[in-house]
């Protein structure tokens, strides 16, 4: 819990916007509102603008601010449900933000806000809001020939945002007589204010391709994290040149993709609040400006570092503002319920309900679950036993070669108490792409390809396709420095591979790892031999399921290092599970084409062959499939 402060400002004023924005701050600072850290940066970064904001050129205007708290309570009416046909009483959380965005000046007079980002959770009421403000300049914001847009991925996710607005238009007397729609009922596709010649309509990025002629007053963006680039963000804010204060809009809840649009604004909103471009892990209060700083209102909903709304509700506030108005506890709590009982479907929840930016809508594995398992190390010694997984591409995926060795064994306990050894491995990833259209791939992919190139992280093979001589070559330099045990392979493209390791004289123990579930390979003769002259359990054979069953486990049992790598890590964050087939087998997918997961399979391979070639068996059971199994027993949020 912050520690309450008390910070009251001189030019305070009872009956005030100024005095409704501040007693929310000041609630929120003291423990009484609890909030997240991004949303106490912003609440002190208003106190801080109150006092010093003068020198940067910045003052409060009450009487924009009260201009726009009558719009809403007074001329607003919301539909649906059961707020249907109710005056908008603004809740504290919308008076901070609206006051804050309407009040705040330039010493000119204009807005000082020329963008806004809110991002909170599902059911907190951005959309109504946001169409609220859409008419507001439409019709009262005294712009001539204002255009506001409704913008968003979709046609049909922008006109959420619209529909909201046509419907509060409708709803309210004063509004309806001013604006007049055009389209059928429930067919609206533009509202018009006659009297300045201005319009509100939807739009999206496959109605407004070039962006001819755009001069937005305002672009309200719903579901940012939708987006899939920044392209009808910018194509808006382009045509802002033609208006004195005008306002970018941006609504969303968390997302799923740490390359997207939606992260890098969420990223630079979460540090204008903190007030520096270096925040520490916790978001602590630095309160700087810099170019453009001043321009960005922030208001981010998240949880802090130690929360963990699977066990803990008393958090569930301070991604969901509006719980108990427009959400209920108790809704929440049925979420949370069904994310227990279903470990897949809980990054989703995560996402929508608790503001956890994960990385895929339904992940593998939670990051920090995988963080924890990430480190720096040194390769092991020379004649280190390593083990395999190739997972080769042509012209669009990675080529992927993953290392896995054995370092020891670790004593482990069965439910029932009893003791067993279980191996321990360390693991790295060494990824390969075509050089020549490295920049085509990362900008279309969305990831910085070039920087990890630069970094090390990627070797780039001159030409548009992978040359399978550079994968052997780079094998075979492993060969010479390592014992390779075996290599586990995808079929896809492995007979070039083996003549170009053949070509160079490398000789290779290779064993086919199917992908899919329905066949399981037979399992390498020299290896029954061995577990039969050892005493062990006979080897099951490769196969995907099995594989990354066996991920699993090591990453849980944090019997496994993974060497640091942005691109493994990417592509663990990107895989997710298929549906299961006839017998109920899982192996991972990626949910967009742009996301690879090409080190992930590789990974889970060469795992599968060490496994497989380990001293000590292992249990083959996964937590997943475990009814009584929570992800609150990860210890990852």
């Not at 009872?14 to 005095?19: E, F, M, Q, R, V």
């Not at 649009?261 to 204008?272: K, L, Q, S």
């Not at 395999?388 to 370092?407: E, K, M, N, W």
């Not at 001159?462 to 045990?485: L, N």
Request: hydrophobic share 40%; charged share 25%.
């Amino acid at each position: 819990m912050t520690k309450k402060t008390k910070t009251t400002s001189t030019t305070e004023a009872t009956g005030s916007a100024l005095a409704r924005v501040s007693a929310y701050a000041q609630r929120v600072l003291d423990g009484d509102i609890v909030a997240g850290p991004h949303v106490r940066n912003a609440c002190r970064r208003h106190f801080d603008d109150l006092e010093r904001g003068a020198s940067r050129g910045i003052r409060w205007d009450d009487a924009a601010a009260r201009r726009v708290f009558n719009f809403f309570e007074r001329k607003l009416r919301l539909s649906e449900g059961q707020f249907d046909n109710q005056p908008f009483i603004l809740q504290p959380m919308q008076e901070f933000i609206l006051g804050s965005i309407f009040g705040w000046k330039r010493a000119d007079g204009t807005r000082r806000f020329r963008r806004a980002y809110i991002e909170a959770g599902k059911g907190c009421g951005k959309s109504p809001l946001v169409g609220g403000i859409g008419l507001y300049g439409l019709v009262y914001d005294n712009e001539p020939g204002a255009q506001i847009y409704a913008a968003a991925a979709t046609k049909d996710q922008a006109s959420i945002l619209f529909r909201d607005a046509v419907k509060m238009m409708r709803q309210s007397p004063d509004l309806s007589k001013k604006v007049k729609p055009s389209g059928g009922f429930e067919r609206e596709y533009n509202l018009a204010h006659l009297k300045s010649a201005s319009f509100f309509r939807p739009m999206s990025k496959e109605a407004g391709k070039t962006g001819s002629g755009l001069r937005p007053h305002f672009a309200l963006c719903d579901e940012v994290h939708e987006h899939p680039g920044p392209e009808i963000m910018r194509m808006l804010e382009a045509g802002f040149k033609f208006r004195r204060q005008p306002l970018l809009m941006m609504i969303t809840n968390s997302g799923s993709d740490r390359l997207s649009v939606c992260w890098r604004e969420h990223e630079m909103a979460c540090n204008v609040a903190a007030g520096t471009q270096t925040p520490d892990e916790v978001y602590e209060y630095v309160g700087e400006t810099w170019p453009g700083s001043d321009e960005l209102f922030s208001y981010v909903c998240a949880l802090d570092k130690d929360d963990d709304p699977f066990e803990d509700d008393s958090c569930w506030i301070k991604t969901n503002p509006l719980m108990g108005v427009t959400v209920s506890k108790e809704y929440v709590a049925s979420q949370v319920a069904f994310a227990k009982n279903f470990p897949s479907d809980a990054p989703g929840i995560l996402r929508l309900y608790f503001c956890v930016w994960t990385d895929a809508h339904s992940s593998w594995m939670p990051r920090k679950t995988v963080e924890s398992v990430m480190a720096d190390f040194d390769l092991p010694a020379d004649g280190s036993p390593v083990f395999l997984g190739i997972d080769l591409s042509r012209h669009q995926d990675l080529t992927c070669v993953a290392y896995v060795t054995p370092t020891g064994h670790r004593e482990m306990e069965r439910p029932d108490g009893s003791k067993f050894l279980a191996p321990t491995f360390d693991a790295w990833v060494e990824s390969f792409t075509p050089a020549d259209t490295l920049k085509e791939r990362a900008e279309r992919d969305k990831a910085p390809y070039v920087q990890w190139v630069k970094d090390g992280y990627i070797q780039a093979i001159p030409g548009e396709r992978i040359r399978y001589d550079y994968v052997a070559y780079s094998v075979a330099q492993s060969d010479k420095r390592f014992d390779i045990k075996a290599v586990a392979y995808d079929q896809y493209a492995y007979k070039e591979f083996m003549e170009a390791c053949g070509a160079l004289g490398l000789e290779l123990v290779h064993r086919d790892h199917p992908q899919g579930g329905l066949r399981r390979n037979k399992p390498d003769e020299a290896l029954v031999e061995q577990a039969k002259a050892e005493g062990l359990p006979e080897p099951g054979g490769l196969w995907m399921p099995g594989s990354i069953r066996e991920v699993e486990m090591l990453i849980i049992d944090k019997r496994i290092r993974l060497r640091s790598n942005p691109v493994l890590m990417t592509a663990l964050m990107a895989a997710t599970f298929s549906k299961p087939d006839a017998l109920g087998n899982k192996y991972l997918v990626k949910e967009t084409s742009h996301r690879r997961i090409d080190p992930a399979v590789a990974l889970c391979m060469a795992v599968g062959a060490a496994i497989d070639g380990a001293a000590a068996p292992v249990s083959k059971a996964s937590p997943w499939d475990d009814p009584d199994f929570s992800l609150s027993q990860l210890g990852a949020f």
